[in-house]
């Protein structure tokens, strides 16, 4: 059913039954993207992940609301057999701001970035968001200009966004200077340095640190005072059992990127394409990394979407 004007949008949006009854008890809800599964993770690991996530926010209190383009509407929610069908699907669009539109007007499938899920969740009305690690300022960026849109909505959509900070292949400490520049509150959890994905620790002191979802929710309202502000990014360390130390990474990172330069990968190929080749170098621990970062992500925007709830 499409509730756009009942969320202040235009856009064509279907709740699934489960974020539906959330939204009319009031319960809290944390959005989901859907690239992790359709271009994030191989078959059958996608969607068992994609499933035990969900069940992560369930187990905190709250309610998962997967984002993805079908049949020419925004899904917020997914049922488990739409989930699947997701996960083995093929030639999906893979969304940001700039594509979301267009799937839509062309009924093609599509799944969402942090940019295209984070203008999606806003439309539906849903504050927290939690993801695997946000995309930046690529390495080199000074030549190509390769700069993520997830910065920009960061700067201008009031979602707050849950990651273990941006992937370890970006260029960090420009991606925390354009985030500084757009006004994007970085917040540290538990930590007073900024984590780069699979590793806790980037080299890079976080801009702020807070220890408890409460405070991240007290700081929410306070952005809420001033209204045009856009989202807040929390950088959520990757469990300490399940790091991969950024000494270790480096020299994976390095080869990955290096092939994706010479055989001509650039644009939204780039992430995808780095992150399949790591999972080849790391023989596969990158990706049980991986897993492990997304759920302890997923965990943290429970709590914080029911702290804000209360």
């Known amino acids: 059913m499409s509730e756009a004007a009942e969320t202040g949008t235009n856009a064509p949006i279907v709740f699934g039954e489960e974020v ?27 969607v068992e992940t994609a499933r035990q996530v969900e069940a992560d926010i369930r187990a905190h209190g709250a309610v998962p609301a997967t984002i993805a383009i079908l049949d020419g509407a925004l899904h917020v929610g997914l049922s488990d057999a739409t989930l699947e069908r997701l996960a083995r699907a093929e030639g999906v669009m893979k969304c940001s701001r700039a594509d979301l539109a267009f799937a839509l007007a062309t009924k093609r499938p599509g799944s ?19 993801t695997g690690g946000i995309g930046g300022v690529h390495r080199g960026a000074e030549t190509t200009f390769d700069v993520s849109a997830d910065l920009d909505e960061l700067g201008r959509t009031p979602v707050c966004v849950v990651s273990a900070g941006a992937k370890a292949l970006l260029d ?23 984590p780069a994905f699979w590793s806790r620790d980037s080299g890079l002191a976080a801009p702020y640190r807070l ?18 502000h856009g989202g807040l990014l929390v950088a959520n360390p990757v469990p300490a059992e399940a790091e991969i130390p950024a000494g270790e ?24 394409f780095v992150l399949s080749f790591i999972l080849e170098l790391t023989q596969g621990r990158s990706l049980e990394t991986n897993i492990a970062l997304v759920r ?7 709590r914080i979407a029911v702290a804000r709830a209360g």
Request: hydrophobic fraction near 50%; charge should be neutral; glycine fraction near 8%.
């Open 211 to 228: 220890d408890t979802p409460q405070e991240i929710a007290r700081l929410m309202a306070m952005r809420d005072a001033f209204p045009g």
């Open 249 to 272: 990474m480096a020299g994976a990172i390095e080869r990955a990127v290096h092939e994706a330069s010479r055989r001509g990968v650039s644009g939204k190929d780039v992430t995808p």
């Open 112 to 130: 969402t970035t942090v940019a295209a899920t984070m203008m999606a969740a806003h439309a539906a009305g849903i504050e927290v968001f939690a």
């Open 172 to 194: 960090l400490p420009k991606t925390l200077e354009v985030l500084e520049t757009k006004g994007v509150p970085v917040i540290a959890y538990g930590t007073d340095v900024f």
């Open 296 to 302: 302890n992500n997923a965990g943290l925007a429970a």
């Open 20 to 46: 539906a009854a959330a939204r009319a008890a009031g319960k809290p809800v944390v959005a989901l993207e859907s690239t992790i599964v359709t271009h994030g993770m191989p078959w059958p690991r996608n």
